[in-house]
């Protein structure tokens, strides 16, 4: 219920029902070569296989991180559809190479440019939903199910891939993530999607490309959900790389035991993923990121207390809700912060930074976590988590209005534009028709509106 009426379903919208199946099928496909690849690892290094794959991971947030402001940067110039069905189709010509490959340096330049196909195909594509949802509510239901969907999938590929490996070789898993995303291809192809906004960007292509990560950083509340996110990596990354040495080395148990503990973290990320909703519907996004943070730095400090398994369970539980309670709102918030037209590269940039800080606590987590010992690996992390979370909610001020009452110096300046309360100005005939871009004045002016960081509006204005 959102003000007292029931929200319609996000999936009731044919072109988000599309997409979300497109999500779901390509998720299932890169689930199954994500064990296909550790076998293919090993095959190929044998006792490196680790290190083979701890370097691909490395490479695909290299790639995430290099390659989603470009894309994000360039988006609203490309047609949507188009470019989705462009870079799904190349992401199933690349996982149909990997069978064929006969050398560990093939396998990291196939898994670098399939991510890089990722890092531009994710970004806009979450920034395509909230154009298809525009109510908040249903969006927030949408940004609900692909959580789950993440969630799910994370469960759930495993147990397919081990079936599917009793009758087929791992070569087939790759077979199976080229025809997803062939089927993803379809599902976006077949979806009637709105088409980008022309965006009003002053400035070449270094300028369009670096616009998303300078008004990402230039925004309180999502300086705070960066602050979160590297939260929500180093609790993510402890227990990914150290459940099963936790649980093998320290408490003695065995790959049952493992996957179970895995799964508390997953089962606490579902449950906060379905519940948030309705609690968003009568409260502000800050309460429940600051709370994700809050459990995400308790959940990694009480394990420094060496639980033992029945005990670890809800711990994981506790970090897995932290995690959805930071990651599901993220999307109302970069919506709330910018113009329609610049929401690619918003979500782009987002992409890439929350992937920068994965990128940190990867390697943080498996240092610690071995030198040091898991003792010292949970306090630091939990005392990083506590830090972070602390640094949000010093960075999103509790009262955050949408209207801002802020002072424009004089300037001459050329961009795309309309003609609006901020663009009154005389034409000499040759400009064109509108949206278009010519040399123009502003007077200086002190005036109130809905505030986001765009072309006009570089700083946020110090709170009156």
Known sequence: MAGGKPVLSPLAEPGFRRLFAAQVTALIGTGLSTVALALLAYDLAGGQAGRVLGTALALKMVAYVLVAPVVGGLAYRLPRRALLVTLDLARAGLIACLPFVTEVWQVFALIFLLNACSAGFTPS???????????????????????????????????LAAAALLVLSYDALFGFNALAFLASAGLIL???????????????????????????????????????????????????????????????????????????????????????????????????????????????????????????????????AGASLVQTPAGRLIR????????????????????????????????????????????????????????????????????????????????????????????????????????HHHDEVEHAHDFVIDDHHWRWPRAS
């Open 125 to 159: 594509f979450q920034a395509t939903i909230p154009d298809l949802l525009p109510e908040e509510a249903r969006y927030t239901r949408a940004l609900s199910l692909s959580r789950l969907a993440y969630d799910l999938e994370a469960l759930l590929s495993p147990g």
């Open 190 to 320: 077949s979806a009637r999607l709105p088409a980008p906004r022309p965006r009003a960007a002053a400035g070449g292509f270094l300028a369009s490309v670096g616009f998303g990560s300078r008004a990402f950083l230039a925004t309180p509340r999502l300086r705070a959900l960066l602050a979160l996110y590297l939260a929500v990596a180093l609790a993510g990354a402890m227990v990914i790389v150290n459940t099963v040495v936790y649980v093998r080395e320290v408490l003695g148990g065995g790959e049952t035991e493992t996957a179970l503990a895995l799964a508390g973290a997953g089962a606490g990320s579902m449950l906060a993923a379905l519940l948030l909703p309705r609690w968003l519907d009568r409260h502000p996004d800050r309460p429940a990121l600051l709370v994700g943070g809050a459990l995400l730095a308790a959940g990694l400090l009480l394990g420094a207390l060496g639980p033992g398994y029945l005990l670890l369970l809800p711990l994981w539980f506790l970090l897995g």
């Open 336 to 439: 709330r912060s910018c113009h329609e037209a610049d929401r690619p590269a918003l979500f782009s940039a987002q992409f890439a930074l929350s992937h920068a800080c994965w990128l940190i606590a990867y390697p943080l987590a498996g240092w610690l976590g071995g030198p040091a010992g898991l003792t010292t690996a949970f306090l630091v992390l939990g005392a990083l988590a506590a830090a972070t979370t602390a640094l949000a909610w010093r960075l999103w001020p509790g009262r955050d209005p949408v209207q801002l009452r802020h002072r424009h110096a004089a300037q001459d300046h050329a961009h795309l534009h309309v003609h609006d309360a901020h663009h009154r100005h005389a034409h000499e005939g040759w400009e064109g028709p509108e949206p278009h871009s010519h040399p």
